[in-house]
């Protein structure tokens, strides 16, 4: 169980652990990886571009707001695209891409799939790469690895 101070945190969990799905935890993994595999650039903004939304950076959003897709454009608070940053972006793309009557809990799902896609993991538990979700939060990192599609996959 995680416990966290952050309210963007712990709706995360709560919404993750607890919601509804509308789709497969399999169905979640294969839209994360047809973006992810398919985006030249694995930032947020690639990510963002191979899905043809532009992103933009808007400091003047609220403090509250990290992100925010307002008529098809991501708007983003901070220059510096770590943490929840990232994740936020990663959240509103994922609104995008998903239908408006599915879950939050599939929309968190997506997030954390794009932010950490199961082929980055397997490649990580390899060996092969060293510490390649140190930008994220801790937090969003110890909530992908309790995911089921990650406890499966070898």
């Known amino acids: 169980m995680l416990i966290v ?9 709560l919404e993750v ?3 509804v799905s509308c789709y497969s935890a399999w169905d979640i993994e294969r839209i994360a990886d047809q973006v992810t595999e398919r985006a030249v650039d ?3 903004q690639g990510l963002a571009a191979e899905c043809g939304v532009p992103i933009v950076l808007e400091p003047l959003l ?3 707001v990290p992100a925010q897709m ?20 990663l959240h509103e793309l994922a609104h995008h891409l998903l239908p408006r009557h599915v879950d ?7 997030t954390l799939a794009l932010a950490m896609p199961l082929r980055v993991i397997r ?14 939060p801790a937090w969003a ?10 406890l499966l996959a070898a």
């Not at 101070?5 to 969990?13: D, G, K």
């Not at 307002?70 to 972006?89: F, H, K, N, Q």
């Not at 490649?123 to 994220?136: D, I, N, Q, S, T």
């Open 123 to 136: 490649a990580m538990r390899h060996g092969e790469l060293h510490a390649p979700f140190a930008h994220l």
């Open 17 to 19: 652990t607890g919601g």
């Open 70 to 89: 307002i008529r098809g454009t991501i708007y983003y608070r901070s220059d510096r695209l770590r943490g929840l940053a990232v994740l936020m972006i």
């Open 42 to 44: 694995p930032s947020p």
């Open 62 to 64: 609220p403090a509250a």
């Open 104 to 110: 939050h809990s599939d929309v968190w799902s997506l």
């Open 141 to 150: 990192v110890a909530l992908r690895f309790e995911m089921p599609t990650v």
């Open 5 to 13: 101070a952050e309210p963007i945190a712990e709706r995360a969990i």
